[in-house]
């Protein structure tokens, strides 16, 4: 008999006040400081806590709540979405993701492979955790090639650091690039690696380079059936072609995002519901960035190993600052 235990609901309540209680103080600090942005002040909550006393057992369920959280905001964010302006940039933006998925691909394989020795499957997780969406994207795709434990591991913690890392860094050059809040949201959706440090980056910056970052974000995310089955193939894991791959590979809150939005653009909702979702939305958000902080680690350094850090750290930087001058001259 398994003696894997379910979570009971009442499990979940401690830790969910634990976020409530950090993205709270969040809230009221920021608003006491001019120019602080409660999200990111969130994330350093949660990260200072969970570097000094660490996460308390008792509220580890509620805690690991943060994702579903992050997607269910990203669900009701749907709302604000402009489809007529989606429509009139789309074409651009789909087109720059393509692009930046495709060639960050390449990039990651060619220099962990060849110039820093790294094995295949090592090379392809790190290769979909930078090009689409961070640990996600890592976990799908090492059960599409059948890659170890033990580098998969390796590749989470690299990854978590890098988004610590941009997570601090994008917001600062943010602020010191002259660049618009639709501008900025793509180039942080085109660059960074998982979803919560892009929408959190990109609502530090204003309210549209927040839209354009998940906008983007979620673009990049959709890849991921295309990624896998093109993984399942080479590795010829023939069990994981197909259709199947494809439409495992689509995030459920992606569609969710996109009825939401539909149904905000042909009018169903009030203005008074459609307040009430945008305040929903914050809340939520608030709540999923204090989780994420309570996800990082200092020590990840240690964990993650020289090459895999400068390989991500090679990606970053190339891709980055070739998607900057992408967006200057398109966006």
Same mark, same amino acid.
């Given at each position: ?25 969040? =809230?009221?600090?920021? %608003? ?24 308390? &057992? ?12 992050? &997607? ?7 709302? !604000?979405?402009?489809?007529? &302006? ?20 390449? #990039? ?5 492979? !060849? ?7 090592? %090379? ?19 059960? =599409?090639?059948?890659?170890?434990? &033990?580098?998969? /591991? ?6 978590? #650091? ?10 600062? /050059? ?5 660049? =618009? ?17 892009? @929408? ?5 910056? %204003? ?12 673009? !990049?995310?959709?890849? #991921?059936?295309?990624? $896998? ?6 590795? $010829?894991?023939?069990?994981? @072609? ?27 909702? %009030?203005?008074?519901? #459609?307040?009430?979702?945008? =305040? ?5 958000? /608030? ?14 350094? !240690? ?5 895999? /850090? ?22």
């Amino acid at each position: 008999m398994s003696d894997v235990r379910e979570t009971r609901p009442q499990e979940y309540l401690p830790g969910l006040v634990l976020l409530v209680v950090l993205a709270g103080a969040a =809230t009221l600090v920021a %608003s006491a400081l001019a120019g602080v942005n409660a999200l990111l002040l969130g994330v350093f909550f949660g990260a200072i806590v969970a570097n000094t006393v660490g996460v308390p &057992e008792w509220a580890n369920a509620g805690v690991r709540t943060r994702t579903l959280l992050l &997607e269910a905001g990203i669900v009701l964010l749907g709302a !604000r979405i402009a489809v007529g &302006e989606l429509v009139a940039s789309g074409p651009m933006v789909l087109g720059l993701v393509v692009v930046t998925v495709a060639a960050s691909i390449a #990039l990651v394989e060619v220099v962990a492979n !060849r110039a820093f020795g790294l094995t295949a499957k090592t %090379s392809s997780l790190l290769a979909a955790g930078a090009s689409i969406c961070g640990v996600s994207a890592a976990t799908a795709i090492a059960g =599409t090639i059948d890659a170890d434990g &033990e580098s998969l /591991a390796h590749v989470v913690a690299t990854v978590l #650091l890098f988004d610590a890392i941009t997570l601090a860094i994008f917001p600062v /050059a943010g602020e010191m690039l002259p660049l =618009t809040g639709q501008q900025f949201g793509v180039w942080a959706g085109l660059s960074m690696f998982s979803t919560g440090p892009v @929408t959190a980056a990109g609502f530090a910056h %204003s309210d549209v380079a927040g839209q354009w970052a998940t906008v983007t974000k979620l673009a !990049r995310n959709s890849m #991921l059936g295309a990624v $896998a089955l093109w993984y399942a193939v080479r590795y $010829a894991d023939s069990e994981s @072609t197909g259709m199947k791959a494809i439409l495992e590979g689509i995030p459920g809150f992606l569609v969710g995002f996109l009825f939401v939005a539909v149904l905000a653009n042909v009018g169903v909702f %009030s203005q008074g519901a #459609l307040a009430a979702i945008d =305040t929903g939305s914050d809340a939520l958000f /608030a709540l999923a960035f204090v989780g994420l902080g309570l996800d990082i680690r200092l020590g990840a350094m !240690r964990e993650t190993g020289i090459k895999p /850090a400068f390989v991500l750290a090679v990606q970053l930087l190339t891709i980055s600052v070739v998607t900057l001058g992408a967006v200057l001259l398109l966006v």
